[in-house]
């Protein structure tokens, strides 16, 4: 063989080995582009899914959070539109009150003129019909009020120093007449030792007790009532106090289980298969529920029907820190009752205040004329010497040209509510003008806030309307008692 053939044979081997290689290669290079597609198919597919994942994910929470802000909105709206129901409840039931404090006022006005012995039985009786129709409606009107003042949130509690044997003196005397009436026991005794002073709201907590006692009475004909305060024990503990409880329990019609699960339910009363019905709106065990929470405390009733009731009701004391605690009865009797006697104190100190020199003057400011002419009767009746202003101008008027006679007033009452200048107005520029006269704001509003608004334009105490006798002649006096600068 030749060289060259071999040779050229070599090479062409070689060259068959190098196609192959190349074929290999080329092989390889498709399956690697297959590969890489594949991949980037799936890198796609994977993107794809997570972009989908991302939207569903995006839109999943846009729609929560526009869900979110509308249950928000719409949370937003019940919560006005309940305010506004109370606050027009509030309102309505204040304008309702004002006409019928006329009505009542001008009845007792008409009990009280002239000799009640020559006046014809039946005239008396009519009176006393229309006096006792109109104290329950104002009692349901106060019950309104109270209830939408409570849910508007616009309620006041006054936590001051406070005598719970005191306020069940006052119970006591309220209440027994009722019990006479109808025959049968009121007993208020101390379950153990209490303390003689406690902090809390007295008015309030005073409403609460005359409402289970008022219908703890109503709902018993026979046997009856007893109420027993005593300190619960350490794992009711309140917050800074202790509880105190009063257990008010009645031998009357008992309750019902079905009328239980309501009984302290607003506007529920309309049911009249309840065994134990109950008088007026049936919102006094509601406002008392929600009132003894407002003190710190609750109510809870047990019962079986025919077997009597028994709430219990508990308030916190607030801070009783070496406080002395009593039991005795003593201790009831050596308080002074005051229901009785708070009268003829004051008819006693309006004696000796007018016996010691001149009327004192006070000028009544107020644009409505019924209230005008009965706040003046009931006035003059007490011994003051009344000067009449019909809005804040005129009040304003009449102070300096008193003071520049050197007959300056003893007290002013000043309505708030005015044409012309309202009572705010004409209060800041009689502070302006350096008068230190004592004013009575007496004010048509009773929400929160507005006691603020008076003392801030310079009003030194003052009256809700409707105007309550007693009541303003009190507050007349502790300001007039005053010691003046
Ligand atoms: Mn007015």
Redesign the pocket.
């Known amino acids: 063989m030749e060289d060259s053939d071999r040779s050229k044979e070599d090479l062409l081997a070689e060259l068959q080995a190098a196609r192959a290689v190349v074929a290999k290669l080329r092989a390889h290079e498709k399956e690697g582009a297959q590969i890489e597609a594949e991949l980037r198919r799936e890198l796609r597919l994977v993107s794809e899914n997570a972009k989908t994942t991302g939207n569903i994910l995006r839109s999943t929470v846009d729609l929560t959070n526009q869900a979110t802000s509308e249950l928000k909105q719409a949370k937003r709206r019940a919560e006005a539109a309940a305010l506004a129901k109370s606050r027009f409840l509030a309102n309505m039931s204040h304008e309702l009150r004002t006409p019928m404090t006329a009505i009542l006022g001008y009845t007792d006005l008409l009990l009280e003129e002239g000799d009640l012995s020559q006046a014809p039985k039946s005239r008396i009786d009519k009176l006393q019909t229309l006096k006792r129709n109109g104290s329950h409606l104002m009692r349901i009107l106060n019950d309104i009020l109270d209830l939408s003042k409570i849910e508007a949130g616009a309620i006041e509690i006054e936590r001051v120093k406070a005598s719970p044997f005191e306020i069940l003196t006052d119970i006591d005397g309220l209440m027994r007449n009722t019990a006479e009436a109808k025959g049968i026991s009121l007993n208020i005794s101390c379950g153990g030792a209490i303390p003689t002073a406690i902090h809390t709201d007295p008015t309030r907590l005073r409403q609460v007790l005359m409402n289970l006692v008022g219908n703890a009475l109503k709902f018993t004909d026979e046997g009856g009532v007893s109420v027993v305060a005593d300190l619960a024990g350490p794992e009711h503990k309140g917050d800074v106090g202790r509880a105190m409880r009063f257990t008010v329990s009645d031998s009357g019609c008992g309750i019902g289980p079905d009328a239980m699960d309501k009984i302290f339910d607003a506007f529920s009363q309309a049911d009249a298969s309840t065994t134990r019905k109950f008088g007026g709106t049936g919102l006094g065990l509601t406002i008392s529920k929600q009132l003894a929470q407002l003190l710190g405390g609750d109510i809870t009733v047990e019962s079986a029907a025919d077997e009597g009731a028994t709430f219990v009701l508990t308030i916190d004391t607030g801070p009783i820190e070496g406080v002395p605690l009593a039991t005795s009865e003593q201790e009831f009797e050596s308080v002074p009752t005051k229901s009785g006697d708070d009268l003829e104190n004051t008819q006693a100190f309006l004696r000796r205040i007018h016996d010691s020199g001149p009327k004192l003057r006070v000028l009544l400011v107020?644009?409505?004329p019924d209230?005008r002419r009965l706040i003046s009767h009931t006035l003059g009746r007490a011994g003051f010497e009344v000067t009449q202003g019909e809005n804040g101008r005129e009040g304003v008027d009449l102070a300096v040209a008193h003071h520049d006679t050197g007959q300056p007033f003893d007290l002013i009452l000043m309505?708030?509510?005015?044409p012309v200048l309202d009572g705010y107005g004409a209060t800041s520029e009689l502070r302006q003008r350096g008068f230190q006269t004592p004013i009575v704001a007496?004010t048509?509003h009773a929400m929160a806030g507005d006691k603020e608004r008076c003392l801030k334009a310079g009003c030194t105490a003052f009256a809700t309307k409707p105007i309550e006798r007693r009541a303003l002649i009190q507050v007349i006096l502790d300001q007039v008692k005053q010691p003046r600068s």
């Open positions: 107020e644009d409505g209230n309505d708030m509510q005015m007496l048509a």
